[in-house]
Nanobody
Framework: QVQLVESGGGLVQPGGSLRLSCVAS????????MGWYRQAPGKQRELVAA???????NYADSVKGRFTISRDNAKNTVYLQMNSLKPEDTAVYYC?????????????WGQGTQVTVSS
């Protein structure tokens, strides 16, 4: 059974920092691209940051220079370090594991963790 379990969300003041963690089980973690998505109320889910199997990263323009994604294959864990948080970063953050096969795209999602940026 595949599980992605996020943690680290919470309430933080503008300008503050949080680190999200996502522990994966039931998959060969090193084979998957890992990503963080977020969904704010009334908005579509959007990609925040992603890291390929080889560790190449990409970020949404809105978080570049503030957020950092990293992965520890030995711990089956992906992290999202979030600095200089803004109220517009408020959303539910979801962990994603993605594997592209020849004829199939495999996607797994975590249950989400709430991040609220407010004074």
């Amino acid at each position: 059974q595949v599980q992605l379990v996020e943690s680290g969300g919470g309430l933080v003041q503008p300008g503050g920092s949080l680190r999200l963690s996502c522990v994966a089980s039931g998959i060969i973690f090193s084979s998957y691209a890992m990503g963080w998505y977020r969904q704010a109320p009334g908005k579509q889910r959007e990609l925040v940051a992603a890291a390929t199997r080889g560790g190449v990263t990409n970020y949404a323009d809105s978080v570049k220079g503030r957020f950092t994604i990293s992965r520890d294959n030995a711990k089956n864990t992906v992290y999202l370090q979030m600095n200089s948080l803004k109220p517009e970063d408020t959303a539910v953050y979801y962990c994603n594991a993605r594997l592209e096969l020849v004829n199939q795209l495999v996607n797994y999602w975590g249950q989400g963790t709430q991040v609220t940026v407010s004074s």
